[in-house]
């Protein structure tokens, strides 16, 4: 069965960097694009960043870009979150989710891990 | 940007109902729209893809419709195991978008 691994989140103070990972199985990862995506205390989903099955293409939000980066290391099926510069508004779970079939629909979840940007 | 605005944000109805949560976009999407739903301290999980497809193992009484800005998930009789926040997201322009959430609350 398709599974998503977070790792990597933890708290760090404004101005820090810090990189998620995600650890994919159960699937062909190199025929699938990898979102991720976040989300506040207590409010929605913030869709943050997607990589194309070859690492070829990435988007980012306005919130992140220039700040955040993905990458992806397809002998380890595993996608990266490099983020920096990082502020208290980053502060979020993050979840990486995979593309259903280059739709751009989040068709499966990590369980998520929490960023906390604190001083 | 395409903007998504999800109604009500709270629902309250009781076991057995039938539930109407509403999305609309701040210009047409097509049917290139997702919802998803969200228990408490669990990821979300997809349930409609392209307006109306329930994905795979979504129980039938979930159902999606709608096109261009306006668009409705329909739960035909409430479970308990249905309460929960649902989200819409568009993906037919970029940056994929989600809606603010409907929370869907037992009376």
């Known amino acids: 069965q398709v599974q998503l691994v977070e790792s990597g989140g933890g708290v760090v103070q404004p101005g820090e960097s810090l990189r998620l990972s995600c650890a994919a199985s159960g699937f062909t990862f190199t025929n699938f694009g990898m979102h991720w995506v976040r989300q506040a205390p207590g409010k929605g989903l913030e869709w943050v960043t997607f990589i194309q099955y070859n690492g070829n293409n990435k988007y980012y939000a306005d919130s992140v870009k220039g700040r955040f980066a993905i990458s992806r290391d397809n002998s380890k099926n595993t996608v990266y979150l490099q983020m920096n510069s990082l502020r208290p508004e980053d502060t979020a779970v993050y979840y990486c989710?995979?593309?259903?079939?280059?739709?751009?629909?989040?068709?499966?979840w990590g369980q998520g891990t929490l960023v906390t940007v604190s001083s | 940007e395409i903007v998504l605005t999800q109604s009500p944000a709270t629902l309250s109805l009781s076991p057995g109902e039938r539930a109407t949560l509403s999305c609309r976009a701040s210009?047409?999407?097509?049917?290139?729209l997702a919802w998803y739903q969200q228990k408490p301290g669990l990821a979300p999980r997809l349930l409609i893809y392209?307006?109306?497809n329930r994905a795979t193992g979504i129980p039938a009484r979930f159902s999606g419709s709608g096109s261009g800005t306006d668009f409705t998930l329909t739960i035909s009789s409430l479970e308990p195991e249905d309460f929960a926040v649902y989200y819409c997201?568009?993906?037919?322009?970029?940056?994929?978008?989600f809606g603010q959430g409907t929370r869907l609350e037992i009376k």
């Open positions: 392209d307006a109306s």
């Open positions: 997201q568009q993906r037919s322009n970029w940056p994929p978008a």
């Open positions: 210009q047409s999407v097509s049917s290139h």
């Open positions: 989710a995979r593309d259903m079939d280059s739709a751009y629909y989040l068709y499966y």
